[in-house]
């Protein structure tokens, strides 16, 4: 069969045949998740610190790039909640130019990442990790729209989590009540209208009802308009982003997190999609498309993009199937925004921060984190510092530190379970029939487990146990699935030990990954290979040759 891991899906679809059923599907789910998704570019975009119409841009950009290259049949792609937070602090510091920068090198990382091979690995990032800074992420957007969901009269929003609360509390005698009616009426159609129909999105008849009423009543509230005067009616012709060679190296980071939530977002949509239709997403080709999206957006002003699950989900359940909703929803995206974007200035900020306030909510997980505080104490420990860094320091920190230290916990219980014991008699271990006959002389020592750098200080714990130097040293490693360069360099010590001691190594059941690596380390070599055999029993059979014969005789 032939190798289809960096063909994009479209090209199955077509080769398959794509008809005009499949097409009218395409286009009604396409047109209903690119009305969705247009209130949702906009938000998103004013709430990473850029112009509104940067997000549309986005959507549309990165809508059709995603979906030409896509991994996935039905993957919807645009800007999304989960980079408001790194978006908001590389502008606030860096100025676009510096975002620009920061998404073409992430766009790079992920064509890497893609052409590696990388798409099954992104996947391993911890359960805790993605909870904790979801979580987190879902509790700094819902903070950054209480101003506006409140109508506070606020000179400057401080930087940090803790100050901004503060601060809010300090204003809270400003509510603007026109606009806190406005942002609780648009959270409230939002939940109450899948109840009447789920054709019609709720985000949208939420701004069309909060919108006429702020314009009929003239409500003092404040718009799109307001804030950031009219939103540009046309499409921003292609042009080289400016690329500060001096900003590279300050945003290395900030540029892994977007490769690295891109990734990791796209891939969980996938997975998701996969569930839902039965079809099977590449990963790996999933990643070029995130990349190549995110290389284009900066030629066009845009923010950075990945994969939304929830506009995903809704392509799905209106009927479509195939990277052509996706094409289809960009391009409605591109009409509404030419046509209608003047319009869309009359938007309060306030029904903008109640469509936030509620994609926080669902972004939170809070049911998942709740259950996750009954795992292990080392899990909840990774769950709740990757939470509280995204919070209180950055985001960057916080997925750094969460990964590191859940690698760290998986080595500490991988060196856990691996054992070493010292077989002293028949019994040992309940398999007396193994080392029945061990002849005096003969000392055998098992290694039960992955035989790392985490379990070599148990190892050489262990090991000087011994009453008394053997004359032959047996070591079992027949449930050895795997050893590293640190295990290999304290096995090396042992058998240095053992030959300035006069003792006689040998080495039992091995696998052939184990071998190899004791081959290219040359300690085969060194040992004989006449003493690397396949079970214990010949083990025992070769050590009782060395201690009967001229081998194990005193020179």
């Known amino acids: 069969m032939k190798n289809r891991t960096f063909e ?11 008809g005009l059923a499949p097409f009218l599907n395409d286009l009604i789910a396409g047109l209903i998740v690119g009305i969705v998704a247009l209130p949702l570019s906009i938000a998103f975009a004013i709430a990473s610190g850029v112009r509104p119409e940067q997000g549309l841009i986005t959507a549309f950009v990165a809508g059709v790039a995603i979906s030409v290259f896509s991994g996935s049949r039905v993957q919807i792609g645009g800007p999304t909640g989960a980079f408001i937070i790194i978006v908001f602090n590389i502008v606030q510091q860096y ?19 893609g052409a590696m091979r990388l798409g099954d690995i992104i996947k391993y990032i911890p359960y805790p990790v993605t909870v904790g800074f979801t979580s987190g992420i879902a509790l700094v957007i819902f903070t950054t729209q209480v101003p506006d969901f409140l109508g506070l009269r606020l000179e400057a929003v401080p930087e940090h989590f803790t100050d901004k609360w503060l601060t809010y509390a300090h204003h809270l005698p400003t509510v603007n009540f026109a606009a806190l009616l406005l942002a609780l009426l648009t959270v409230l159609i939002i939940i109450v209208w899948p109840r009447i129909t789920k054709r019609i999105p709720g985000t949208m008849v939420a701004i069309v009802i909060t919108t006429a009423l702020a314009h009929i009543f003239h409500l003092p509230v404040e718009t799109i308009t307001s804030r950031f005067g009219e939103i540009a009616g ?22 892994l997190t977007i490769a690295l939530l891109a990734g990791i977002e796209s891939l969980l949509s996938a997975v998701v999609a996969d569930g839902m239709i039965g079809t099977r997403h590449r990963s790996n ?14 030629f066009f002003q845009g923010i950075p993009a990945t994969g939304a699950i929830a506009r995903t989900a ?17 391009i409605a995206i591109l009409a509404l925004f030419l046509f209608c974007g003047k319009w869309a200035g009359l ?7 109640g469509i936030l306030v509620v994609v926080a909510y669902n972004m939170s997980e809070w049911r998942h984190f709740r259950k996750l505080l009954k795992s292990p104490r080392g899990d909840v420990l990774v769950l709740l510092l990757t939470f509280g860094l995204t919070v209180l320091v950055d985001l960057t920190v916080a997925i750094e530190v969460g990964v590191v230290l859940a690698a760290f916990l998986f080595m500490h219980r991988m060196a856990e379970i691996t054992h070493f014991d010292i077989v002293e008699d028949d019994g040992k271990n309940g398999r007396p029939h193994e080392y029945a006959g061990i002849p005096e002389g003969v000392e055998i020592f098992e290694i039960n487990g992955p035989f790392f750098f985490g379990a070599a200080d148990k190892f050489r714990d262990t090991i000087t146990s011994f009453k008394k130097k053997p004359k032959v040293l047996i ?20 058998i240095d030990a053992c030959e300035a001691d006069g003792t006689k190594t040998i080495i039992a059941g091995v696998n052939r990954r ?39 005789r005193p020179a």
Request: no cysteine; proline share 7%.
């Open 475 to 494: 070591l079992r490693m027949s449930a050895v699935p795997a050893i590293d360069a640190t295990a290999m360099t304290s096995l090396e010590r042992l």
């Open 285 to 298: 080709m999933e990643l070029i498309a995130q990349g190549i999206a995110n290389i284009l957006v900066p």
């Open 314 to 330: 809704t392509n799905i359940k209106n009927g479509g199937r195939t990277p052509f909703a996706g094409i289809i929803h960009a």
């Open 8 to 18: 994009p899906k479209i090209i199955s679809v077509l080769r398959e045949g794509y």
């Open 234 to 255: 046309h499409f921003p012709a292609p042009h080289l982003p400016k690329i500060s060679l001096g900003l590279v190296s300050h945003l290395a980071s900030p540029a």
């Open 347 to 353: 938007i309060p900020m306030a029904t903008l921060a």
């Open 514 to 552: 184990v071998f190899r690596t004791l081959r290219h380390t040359g300690l085969t070599e060194r040992i004989g290979t006449e003493n690397i055999l396949p079970d214990v029993q010949l083990a025992l059979a070769r050590a009782i040759i060395i201690v009967d014969g001229p081998e194990g």
């Open 95 to 113: 100025g676009y130019d510096g975002l620009a920068t920061a998404t073409l090198m992430a766009g790079i990382l992920l064509v890497a990442m």
